[in-house]
DNA sequence: TTGACATGCAAGTAGCGACTTGCCTATGAT
DNA sequence: ATCATAGGCAAGTCGCTACTTGCATGTCAA
């Protein structure tokens, strides 16, 4: 559970799960490239495949393997009680 | 903004937060008492006191000071909307 | 099968962040 | 005035983490 903060914690991170947000079902190509046109992000694939590890291990991201790709999607799940902790909304 | 998300990836501020949530208005020293008891967190005071610098650079928390002591209060406005960022509840 | 494409793995580097350590300031009680 | 209390400041250490680098694996098209 800590580790959804901590992955939240990095600014490419949430912009990737912006970009995920905005878009579903990308593969690590694809969040590359829109990254670097869209949010002026040029990091390495292999940073961003990091990420990407980070991302699914919180469970904030899901993974649809097809052939030589990898698809990923957001998973809002487990960003839906993260703040009610402080917020009394038990 | 970004130093919410830094500020809450730390498993002892977020205990910090516990903390005030449960009783408001504690001084540093009240705070590293409780966190011990309570919490079985032994960490110094400076180590304490540097993690509510943090919290209260990122608007977590308030600051009251009388005399000698300085009272520290949570603050959950910027906890009220950061995860809908990807929820849709803009 | 050969080659190009999409991704994975692993060791190394650099910088940030949590924590320590030691000393200093200031307030208030006696 | 003296002393204990509450807190602040700053340099240094250590570990983690983001990122790099180089190579390996696997899939598909020709």
Request: glycine share 4%.
């Amino acid at each position: 559970m800590g580790d959804v903060f901590k992955a939240l914690a990095d600014p490419t991170r949430r912009t990737i799960l912006d970009e995920l947000a905005d878009r579903d079902d990308q593969t690590l190509f694809e969040i590359c490239s829109r990254l670097l046109t869209k949010h002026r992000l040029d990091s390495t694939r292999q940073a961003i495949s990091q990420h990407l590890d980070v991302l699914e291990a919180a469970g904030l991201i899901d993974v649809r393997r097809e052939g030589r790709y990898k698809f990923h999607s957001i998973n809002r799940a487990p960003l839906e009680h993260i703040a009610d902790r402080w917020l009394g909304r038990s």
